[in-house]
């Protein structure tokens, strides 16, 4: 009864619960207040000051920007005739993406188009470098019957496409290649070194030659356009587009017509011809032989196929021009004679008794002249015009190593010429500090004596060579070679390049320029001239000339006929020349390997050049 009175006089405070339920009334409020505050500030803010991030977000999300290829610049020869075009072909396109199984995919393929098992390994090589959702080309120029058979069963086969594109074609085929080079889809590296800007993973990119060298004046400018798309990602219409801009045209220097004489000339020969214009160094004619088709490279090779030619004896690949690498022989021996004579070693006067051999002091090994029996008395014209080995190996010994160096360099050997093409090499002028730094051993008299013909360390490319006779045909003036004759642009305006010369050769005693060009007109128009029989008669302009042979093995005896080696082991027959004389039109150089007819090959491309195509009548030659 106690307990049940205790708890009926308990009384409510009804004044405290509503002071406690309005303070719990306030903190929520401030709570809220806050909070909405909060989000008040983060919208003024994002509105304010994110406005244009979030709207570009915003528009990703059905906008795309899809690049536009520009179409790449062609390429000519100094006539106007196509050396590179781009051709409209149909390629059959796969999109990863949109396809559950590939390989059920190119088996229904093949029901209705051809695909070889090559055309699959470029595929798979090829699906690397492209995005899923990119069209990854699996067959190259189909015909129209296959288009229009794929179009009837295309709803077998989603995901595969047919498009057009412009693809690269070479119509000279193997007789441009080594200058012109070819194209191939840009590889990871090539991408990843290039401006993202300019390039897509499924573009090509110059691979070689002209190609290579002037990609970004050939490549153009993406354009882009701006395509509202649906939910299923399919273009619904087009917003904005910026046009691409097309790549610059490149002109070559070279005449496509000089360039096929030369290659027939060559037969089936291995060796390289290339021919200049001295006054400018404008290149005529490029001709490695043997060569190769650039066109199977616009698609992409199977690895078999590449290590097919990259293993070629015939080394169709090598550019001999700028990367082979050969003694001179006896094409170096004028050089020898105008540092001999411009530094007072010898004289016009100097005569020397050639018995066919030579000898250093104190030494019992004996060098041979290539003449069995010598050729007698002779100076430095004779020894010029009949390329005599004795005075050669004197005219060394007498200058030294050191001198012999310093000339040669002074006339671009053992550096690179600076022609427009990549991978040239340098060639090799050997020094006692070379041979120490790369072979580990002192230098010997016997070294100087080898070098004094042209053999042993001393190594050219034919481009230095060229360069070389041209700085003779000057008589001093020391052009750049180049490829390039102009570019013109998209609107048609002609651009025209500047190659500054090099530096010219400059001699005490100009005189000798004279002195060494008559001794080269008699290496033809003299009787006993190393090519008086082989360069022909009858020739109505004056030209200079120098010949060599070049041992590709150390014979048993010096006088082995080359017919009695087998036939990669004989000698490289070299041939230097310029005409005419007096104003030099021309300069060659010919390597034939293995086989001596540079001589009538330089006939042949003269004739043409000067008689044919610029008309030139009645020059007589100068009496040496």
């Not at 199984?101 to 229904?108: E, G, P």
């Not at 209705?112 to 069209?135: C, E, M």
């Not at 019957?145 to 000279?172: H, I, K, T």
């Not at 042993?456 to 052009?479: D, E, F, K, M, W």
Request: hydrophobic share 35%; aromatic share 10%.
């Amino acid at each position: 009864m106690m307990e049940f009175r205790k708890k009926e006089l308990r009384i409510k405070n009804h004044i405290r619960e509503n002071q406690l339920f309005r303070s719990r009334l306030w903190v929520t409020a401030v709570i809220t207040i806050g909070l909405f505050s909060i989000l008040c500030i983060r919208l003024f803010y994002l509105q304010l000051f994110n406005h244009e991030h979030y709207t570009t977000l915003s528009q990703k999300n059905i906008l795309s920007l899809i690049p536009i290829p520009p179409n790449r610049g062609l390429i000519y020869d100094r006539h106007g005739v196509i050396l590179a075009d781009n051709t409209p072909v149909f390629n059959l396109t796969v999109m990863p993406n949109r396809i559950k199984n590939l390989d059920d995919t190119i088996h229904t393929i093949r029901k209705y188009i051809a695909i070889s098992n090559d055309d699959i390994k470029i595929f798979n090589q090829n699906l690397s470098r492209y995005h899923s959702f990119d069209h990854v080309p699996l067959r190259y120029k189909l015909t129209e019957e296959e288009v229009a058979r794929f179009y009837v069963n295309q709803y077998q086969l989603p995901g595969v496409s047919v498009r057009a594109e412009l693809m690269r074609y070479y119509p000279q085929g193997p007789l441009m290649a080594h200058a012109v080079g070819y194209v191939g889809r840009i590889s990871p590296q090539e991408l990843k070194d290039s401006p993202s800007s300019r390039y897509l993973p499924s573009d090509y990119y110059g691979k070689n030659g002209i190609e290579k060298y002037y990609e970004p004046a050939l490549r153009g400018e993406l354009g882009t356009k701006i395509v509202e798309t649906n939910a299923r990602g399919k273009m619904v219409r087009l917003l904005d587009r910026v046009l691409p801009q097309s790549g610059n045209d490149v002109y070559l220097t070279i005449d496509v017509k000089l360039q096929a004489l030369a290659y027939d000339a060559l037969g089936e020969e291995s060796g390289a011809v290339i021919a200049m214009n001295p006054q400018n160094g404008q290149i005529l004619a490029f001709v490695s032989k043997p060569s190769f088709d650039p066109n199977i490279f616009v698609t992409g090779l199977v690895p078999e196929l590449y290590h097919e030619l990259f293993t070629s004896p015939s080394h169709p690949l090598y550019n001999r021009i700028i990367q082979g690498q050969f003694p001179s022989a006896s094409t170096i021996k004028p050089f020898y004679a105008l540092l001999g004579l411009d530094r007072g070693v010898i004289t016009t006067q100097t005569s020397l008794y050639d018995p066919g051999w030579f000898k250093l002091p104190n030494s019992a090994h004996v060098y041979h002249d290539w003449k069995k029996g010598g050729h007698g008395t002779v100076d430095v014209f004779k020894a010029i015009m009949m390329s005599c080995d004795i005075f050669f190996y004197t005219l060394a010994v007498k200058s030294g190593i050191e001198v012999m160096h310093a000339g040669l360099t002074k006339f671009g050997f053992g550096s690179p010429t600076g022609i427009d093409l990549n991978g040239e090499l340098s060639g090799n002028v050997p020094s006692p500090e070379w041979k120490m730094k790369v072979h580990h051993q002192p230098w010997f008299p016997g070294d100087t004596v080898n070098a004094g013909i042209g053999q042993g360390y001393i190594l050219v490319t034919p481009l230095q060579l060229l360069n070389g006779v041209s700085t003779i045909a000057n008589r001093g003036i020391h052009p750049r070679p180049h490829l390039l004759l102009k570019f013109k642009d998209s609107h048609h305006q002609v651009i025209r390049p500047q190659f500054e010369s090099s530096s010219p050769v400059v001699l005490d005693h100009p005189e000798v320029w004279e002195t060494v060009i008559q001794a080269m007109q008699a290496v033809i128009k003299n009787e006993g001239g190393t090519a008086y029989w082989t360069f022909g008669r009858n020739f109505p302009y004056t030209i200079a000339a120098k010949t060599g042979t070049a041992q590709v093995i150390r014979k048993k005896d010096d006088h082995t006929p080359n017919s009695a080696i087998p036939k990669e082991f004989r000698d490289n027959d070299l041939f230097i020349t310029f005409a005419p004389v007096e104003k030099p039109q021309i300069a060659l150089m010919i390597i034939v390997e293995h086989t001596h007819k540079s001589a009538s090959i330089a006939r042949k491309i003269i004739d043409y050049y000067l008689l044919e195509e610029h008309h030139l009548k009645n020059t007589t030659e100068t009496k040496p």
